[in-house]
């Protein structure tokens, strides 16, 4: 997933760890000390804020030791970058939670991790079709968490066995089933999943038939640990306005 890039716009707030070469005070101070830690700041507001209405990013740092760098910036103007962050190796981007844990972060590669769900209108994902050129393609969407996969599996006398993938398996929570949906690639009497378990499913042909030939599938599931719930309502916070 890229999220950064030289010319990649945020219109977000964002709070970022600090690194070694740029240091945040409890006052809402910036300055540049290499061999300066971070302060602590005891305060429900935020700890530094800074409104930009120009054509640049609000915060910009650039460092080449690994992980040495962190970026705090509130989104600007309109038309300017709210947060700017180059890192030539290791991670430019990082927030952490309370417990010294990452909750996201981004690597010099450009991918980036959250732990904990996330939610966006209008999403497009960026796929590439050559060296030069990106082009938006819609994502699909479920009333409910779902895991799926696809395959091309051979029925022999009638009668096909598909076995999951031990690694997909893995991921099933099978305690809500799955669904199978199957497609002949030649002519029969018709197909139909006659047993399904655990590790995958039998698919048979209709009125006994003996065809001999390749079928389509597709395995649609929900994820073990994903919530159940069916179009739940989001009650998401935004964070508490400055003073």
């Known amino acids: 997933m890229k999220l950064l890039s030289p010319s990649g716009m945020m219109m977000t707030a964002a709070a970022i760890l600090l690194g070694t070469t740029i240091v945040l005070s409890s006052t809402g101070a910036v300055s540049r000390d290499s061999g300066a830690k971070a302060k602590t700041c005891d305060s429900d507001n935020y700890c530094l804020s800074y409104d930009n209405y120009g054509t640049r990013g609000a915060f910009n740092g650039i460092s080449e030791a690994n992980g040495s760098i962190a970026i705090l910036g509130s989104a600007g103007g309109e038309g300017s970058t709210g947060i700017y962050a180059t890192e030539f190796d290791g991670y430019p981007l990082v927030s952490q939670g309370g417990d010294s844990y990452e909750e996201f972060y981004t690597d010099s ?86 047993q399904k378990y655990e590790a995958g499913f039998i698919v048979r042909e209709n009125e006994h038939g003996r065809s001999t030939v390749d079928f389509d599938y597709r395995i649609l599931a929900h994820p073990i640990g994903a919530s159940e719930a069916r179009l739940p309502v989001l009650n998401l916070k935004r964070p508490q306005a400055r003073p």
């Open 109 to 194: 590669s450009g991918d980036g991790y959250f732990d904990g769900a996330v939610y966006a209108e209008g999403f497009e994902y960026g796929v590439r079709i050559n060296n030069r050129t990106r082009v938006g393609a819609s994502v699909a969407l479920a009333p409910r968490a779902t895991i799926e996969d696809a395959g091309t599996a051979r029925m022999t006398g009638g009668v096909g066995v598909v076995r999951f993938d031990p690694d997909f398996a893995r991921t099933l929570d099978l305690r809500s089933g799955y669904q199978v949906f199957l497609t002949p690639d030649g002519d029969t009497r018709g197909l139909y999943v006659a």
